[in-house]
């Protein structure tokens, strides 16, 4: 059974992929962007061939990056921010081929330095079903790991006409929409993204408005990244009231899957609803382009908040967010772990939810009761 590993520059990447159904989050330049913000060197690897395979994208960073770690020489595996994780062709859960594949996809983490491995999954792909069934540790190997259910998240069907899908809405969501468009908001496809800045700007207010932490306070260098990976795949979609934006966001667009990316919104116009004209003209918009579905996300972390309540009233339609936490070196994960915890100042702790443990960021103490199961690195 081959086995073939890509970098992101590498124009075999998009190649192996061919036609498979996948999403932006799977693509070689999505991954460049993301190694462009630091976070690890992009890789595919392929187990098998044209007629029957599995390729899964991740990220390979080094543990030594970590305060107290720099003599480490080992590596762990994380994936994109968004959807990613495994695709297959020619097979289906629960076939022989995949419990070949998977462990030779390990024995690559391995051959790297790898000792733990993260991953999200892709609710719409449904690719966490690849590994169902699937016992770890693998061919009597050492470590151990599961694959684990997070939380719904929301999507809006984009083969139906206007009036069809919105009868889907909640009642009180009509109303508001048709109440901001009497007051004046209207949407339009920024394709020259002229109003980047006041994006930007509305989007990092509404990150410290919800309490984000630090890592999705991306900023416009990260946004003019973005699009220069990522071309015609990513647009930017803006509410207004006249001159003012209202409501903004990055949506991404691939194989007919409209992601909703980052959005950002006016807490001023609040009471006229620009986020749900935003939402509610997003899903026209990626129906009149050809696209079948508008992916809204999930709640915060994972969560099921008024976010997630927020993102339902929009639809019926739910999936289940997985994401995959392996150990492949148990000793070395200890070891880790322990160290990272000499570098931990008193009256701080360690987030206890986050995976790898010795990644997670430091919290208060008192913070630490209120902390949940994060989905991870």
């Not at 595919?44 to 395979?53: A, K, Q, T």
């Not at 994380?78 to 020619?90: E, M």
């Not at 508001?176 to 007051?183: C, D």
């Amino acid at each position: 059974m081959p086995v073939n590993l890509y970098r992101a520059d590498d124009p075999a990447w998009e190649e192996s992929l061919g036609d498979i159904r996948r999403d932006v989050f799977h693509t070689a330049s999505y991954h460049a962007y993301e190694q462009g913000s630091g976070q690890g060197e992009p890789y595919l690897v392929v187990v098998g061939d044209g007629r029957r395979g599995m390729a899964w994208p991740y990220l390979l960073r080094r543990v030594a990056d970590l305060p107290g770690l720099a003599d480490s020489d080992a590596t762990d595996v994380n994936s994109v921010y968004g959807y990613p994780g495994p695709l297959a062709w020619g097979t289906l859960p629960g076939d022989r081929f995949i419990a070949r594949a998977w462990p030779a996809v390990v024995d690559v983490w391995r051959a790297q330095g790898a000792i733990a491995a993260f991953s999200r999954f892709h609710p719409l792909l449904d690719n966490a079903s690849l590994l169902s069934g699937l016992s770890w540790p693998q061919d009597g190997t050492e470590g151990d790991g599961s694959v684990v259910a997070i939380g719904p998240t929301v999507s809006v069907d984009c083969t139906l006409g206007d009036d069809e899908a919105r009868a889907q809405y909640d009642r009180a969501l009509r109303q508001h929409i048709a109440a901001g468009r009497r007051a004046g908001l209207v949407t339009i496809h920024d394709e020259d993204w002229s109003d980047l800045s006041a994006f930007a700007d509305l989007y990092r207010e509404t990150m410290a408005r919800n309490g984000a932490a630090e890592y999705y306070f991306f900023d416009r260098l990260d946004f003019e990244r973005l699009r220069a990976a990522l071309s015609d795949h990513v647009h930017l979609l803006v509410t207004k009231l006249g001159d003012e934006v209202g409501a903004a966001g990055l949506f991404t667009e691939f194989g007919g899957i409209v992601q909703a990316h980052l959005v950002g919104t006016n807490s001023a116009l609040r009471s006229l609803s620009p986020f749900k004209i935003l939402l509610d003209d997003a899903r026209s918009w990626a129906r009149e382009r050809g696209n079948t579905v508008i992916h809204l996300g999930g709640g915060r972390g994972g969560r099921e908040d008024t976010l997630l309540s927020f993102k339902g009233e929009f639809s019926p339609r739910r999936h289940l967010f997985h994401v995959g936490r392996w150990v492949l070196d148990r000793d070395a994960y200890q070891g880790l772990l322990e160290a990272r915890l000499t570098e931990v100042p008193s009256g701080r702790t360690l987030d206890p939810g986050f995976f790898p443990a010795y990644r997670a960021p430091l919290l208060a103490e008192a913070e630490r009761s209120e902390t949940r199961n994060s989905p991870g690195a």
